[in-house]
């Protein structure tokens, strides 16, 4: 097809066109820009809850944590609390087998120890061991030694009334209580 328009014409005409096409990039470079800040403003915002989010549940996990180191430390200091009372009363019932046995009688034989922790009084609601001795004895008058050194050194002292009858070879038990 053949142009029959003048060459100021043509050159108008070329100048339109490619105002028309400049515009329509500046368009399309516009709607680019405009569609990929909503894009990025979008994207702030998801990240901005899910940041919230993760900072709440930071929150949230460090409360559980120091809840939970809490409690194991005062699981801790419960068993060392535990252990401490454990040495104590074994230092109490070693201190109570020690006097025993240093004030046993050397002719009397002892065959069995039982020693429980009683309440000594109920009002202090003060402590004590209840000790069980049982035993071999050559004769009586060992025995009556016996009885009467656990009388001043501890109380309740209590014997059978079976063991007074033999005279020799009793067999004995007594049941008494630590005066701590």
């Known amino acids: 097809m053949i142009n029959l328009l003048p060459q100021t014409q043509k050159e108008k005409l070329k100048e339109e066109k490619e105002k028309r096409i ?3 990039w500046l368009i399309l470079i516009l709607f680019f820009n405009l569609t990929l800040s909503l894009f990025l403003l979008s994207l702030k915002i998801f990240l901005s809850e899910k940041l919230k989010k993760e900072k709440l549940e930071l929150k949230n996990q460090e409360k559980i ?3 939970e180191s809490k409690n194991e ?16 009363e074994h230092k109490e019932v070693s201190k109570a087998l020690n006097k025993i046995f240093q004030i046993l009688p050397p002719e009397i034989q002892i065959n069995s120890v039982s020693i429980s922790k ?5 009002k202090t609601k003060k402590e004590g061991f209840q000790i069980i001795l049982s035993g071999f004895s050559p004769e009586r008058q060992s025995l009556l030694r016996l ?4 009388e001043e050194n501890f109380i309740q002292v209590s014997f059978p009334t079976q063991v007074w009858v033999k005279e020799k070879e009793i067999d004995f038990s007594v049941n008494f209580l630590t005066k701590e």
Request: avoid cysteine.
């Open 118 to 122: 009683t309440t000594l009084d109920k």
């Open 22 to 24: 400049l515009v329509h």
């Open 147 to 150: 009885k009467s050194i656990l």
């Open 73 to 88: 430390i005062l699981e801790t200091n419960k068993l060392v609390s535990e252990l401490l009372n454990f040495e104590k």
């Open 65 to 67: 944590l120091k809840l």
